[in-house]
């Protein structure tokens, strides 16, 4: 098991411009999250899925979007990218959303200049 | 306002020692309880966790206690070893929030040979 991936590990984007953070589990875990963790802070939840077409947002969802079309596969799209979204996003999953631990992916570091 | 928190942001310790590591919260609905620990450029790894039900979770070198009438709950690492070196997040769900995690901004432990 190749367990949670996530990619690119780095990108630099100018303000403005758009891009989609990829994440794919094969776990076969239903429920997928999303956070960013910025310097100093601990890890905040931007959105979160607990299947295959049902998405939610989290405690820092604006400036993204989600879709959840597969099991597998959670992607984040930044729209209209600006310097606050500079960050390292990390993806997890999980196959329960109560009393069950998170599987991290090895993160995307992302710079907005 | 920080649903977790982590008051140490760094804590050395010899090697062979014990180390604890501390977490406060504040919100009572909060009914698991989990520690990360993360390398640099790494995601967060699972470490231990333990649901409110219980005071007391052990496993091998890592003991995690949990104070509810004091919202406290604290990471005990006996005997530290180097390769513990790493930040530890402290992190929280609530029921019914789809597994959600609130983290704590991290604690840097450094074991020292």
């Known amino acids: 098991n190749a367990g949670v991936t996530q990619t690119p590990k780095f990108r630099i984007l100018k303000i403005g411009q758009s891009m989609t953070l990829q994440c794919a589990q094969d776990?076969?875990?239903?429920?997928m999250y999303w956070y960013r963790q910025d310097p100093g802070m601990g890890l905040k939840l931007i959105y979160y899925?607990?299947?295959?077409?049902?998405?939610d947002k989290g405690e820092v969802p604006n400036g993204y979007n989600v879709s959840r079309s597969t099991t597998e596969d959670f992607p984040l799209r930044l729209e209209l990218a600006a310097p606050s979204q500079t960050s390292v996003y990390f993806c997890?999953?999980?196959?329960?959303?109560?009393?069950?631990?998170?599987?991290f992916g090895p993160g995307t570091r992302l710079t907005v200049l | 306002d920080q649903q977790v928190k982590q008051n140490s942001p760094s804590l050395s310790v010899q090697e062979g020692r014990i180390s604890i590591l501390n977490c406060d919260y504040t919100?009572?609905?909060?009914?698991?309880f989990l520690w990360y620990k993360k390398y640099p450029a790494e995601g967060p790894t699972f470490l231990i966790s333990?649901?409110?039900?219980?005071d007391k979770n052990e496993d091998g070198r890592f003991t995690v206690f949990l104070n509810k009438s004091a919202k406290h709950l604290s990471l005990h690492i006996v005997p530290s070893q180097p390769g513990d070196s790493a930040v530890y997040f402290c992190?929280?769900?609530?029921?019914?929030?789809?597994?959600?995690?609130?983290f704590g901004k991290g604690t840097k432990l450094s074991v020292k040979p």
């Open positions: 997890a999953s999980t196959s329960g959303g109560g009393y069950n631990e998170q599987f």
């Open positions: 776990m076969n875990h239903n429920y």
């Open positions: 899925s607990v299947g295959a077409g049902i998405t």
């Open positions: 919100n009572s609905m909060f009914d698991y």
């Open positions: 333990i649901s409110s039900i219980k």
């Open positions: 992190a929280a769900s609530a029921r019914g929030s789809q597994g959600n995690l609130i």
